[in-house]
């Protein structure tokens, strides 16, 4: 049973039945490789799984979780580099795309996801999730970088037509800290797209 915890128990639980049908996944934050060994768990044994990270401390944390978990049998390819310019080099559709925003918990809390790099990231993003795919996003507005992020990410997911996209979110009402937001974004089906704006 997953509890209703906070943004990434909560993505967790959405993201299941998505994952389990997954061909082409991505973690655009792999940190400690929670998320990535989650997707990695549920996808199917002939999916592939695209993990990214800026540090490389990430990267090797995330492939020793894979392996610790037994989950080196699946295919999951994790590359260092920042998101925005990895994911725009994958060609595929992608059926599943997780953000968890902020910074590494047990790392360096200055190397924080960029604003700027962000809405780029989210931008390519949009272009190349499936049709009824889904983006999660974990955004922290509770440090001063991760509320500039929030609010940013939320004005500019504002602004995508509904016609194209279910975008919905989720955030406790009672902490008395300021809790993680998760925004859903799915793509509608329908014919045709226009091309989301890179600038
Ligand atoms: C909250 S942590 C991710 C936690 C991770 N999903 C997990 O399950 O352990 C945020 C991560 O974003 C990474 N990051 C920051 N900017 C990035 C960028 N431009 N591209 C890729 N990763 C980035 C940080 O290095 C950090 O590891």
Redesign the pocket.
């Known amino acids: 049973m997953y509890p209703f915890r906070n943004a990434v128990t909560v993505s967790h639980m959405m993201m299941e039945p998505y994952a389990r049908q997954a061909h082409v996944l991505v973690?655009?934050?792999?940190?400690?490789?929670?998320?990535?060994a989650f997707l990695a768990r549920l996808m199917p044994d002939d999916a592939v799984l695209y993990a990214?990270?800026?540090?490389p401390c990430?990267i090797d944390h995330t492939q020793q979780r894979l392996q610790q978990e037994g989950l080196d049998g699946k295919h999951v390819v994790c590359t260092c580099g920042?998101?925005?310019e990895l994911l725009a080099r994958i060609q595929e559709n992608v059926d599943l795309m997780v953000f968890?925003?902020?910074?590494?918990?047990s790392?360096d809390h200055k190397?924080?996801?960029?604003c700027e790099?962000t809405l780029k990231a989210m931008k390519i993003g949009l272009n190349k999730i499936a049709i009824n795919g889904i983006i999660m996003i974990a955004a922290y507005p509770g440090t001063e970088a991760g509320a500039r992020e929030e609010q940013a990410l939320r004005s500019y997911l504002q602004t995508i037509p509904q016609q194209d996209f279910h975008i919905s979110s989720w955030q406790p009402v009672n902490e008395v800290h300021c809790p993680p937001v998760l925004y859903i974004v799915q793509k509608r089906g329908k014919r045709h797209h226009e091309e989301i704006p890179l600038h």
């Open positions: 973690d655009m934050t792999c940190g400690n490789g929670h998320d990535t990214f990270d800026i540090q990430a920042s998101h925005d968890n925003l902020g910074y590494l918990p790392g190397i924080h996801t960029n790099i």
